[in-house]
């Protein structure tokens, strides 16, 4: 009986120290990947992307937007949370702990945060040479190509 009692015991600590292991594991991980989220700056990066999509719908009459910034501002605030859910969640499926450590490190460096205030310059730049109408034109008659229409 005394057996028994021992074994359980053992069990439940060592239990207990696994999970406190990866509560510590999880809590650390969500430190780091919250210190890549200052590191990036995503708000800084969508308002870059989204302000002159918003400008450029109310040049077109599209939109009727008295403050571009304000909305872009209030859009982002609606955004962030499930952004940084689907982040967090995509980083523990690729990045280890330590992965996401030498991240940090590296954009926290000069170099690295260039990096990150390019970025949306490069992806606009980007996006922008792929709605050329030659190279639209060329995808069009690629998906023409390929596309049935079904009856």
Same mark, same amino acid.
């Given at each position: 009986?005394?057996k028994?009692i021992?074994? %359980?015991?053992?069990?439940i600590?060592?239990l ?5 292991n990866v509560?510590a594991?999880?809590a ?6 919250n210190?890549?989220m200052?590191?990036?700056? *995503? &708000? &800084?990066?969508m %308002?870059?992307?989204?302000? *002159?999509?918003?400008?450029?719908f109310?040049?077109m009459?599209?939109l %009727?937007?008295?403050? +571009?910034?304000a909305v872009v501002? &209030?859009?982002?605030k609606?955004?962030m *949370?499930?952004?940084?859910e689907v982040?967090?969640k ?7 702990l330590? &992965?996401?450590k030498?991240?940090?490190a590296?954009?926290?460096?000069? +170099?690295?945060q260039?990096?990150?205030k390019?970025?949306? %310059? ?8 792929v709605?050329? *109408?030659?190279?639209?034109?060329k995808?069009?008659?690629?998906l023409?190509?390929?596309i049935?229409?079904?009856?």
């Open positions: 009986m005394f028994n021992t074994r %359980k015991a053992i069990l600590a060592t207990s120290l696994i999970s406190s509560f594991q999880d650390a991980y969500k430190k780091e990947f210190r890549a200052e590191l990036t700056h *995503p &708000e &800084e990066t %308002k870059q992307m989204i302000a *002159p999509q918003y400008q450029k109310g040049e009459g599209l %009727k937007l008295d403050d +571009v910034d501002e &209030e859009c982002i609606v955004i *949370p499930k952004y940084k982040m967090l995509l980083y523990a499926e690729n990045y280890t330590n &992965e996401v030498e991240m940090n590296y954009l926290a460096t000069p +170099v690295g260039k990096g990150i390019l970025a949306p %310059k490069f992806g606009i730049a980007g996006m922008q040479a709605q050329e *109408p030659e190279i639209a034109k995808i069009e008659d690629i023409k190509k390929h049935q229409i079904k009856e």
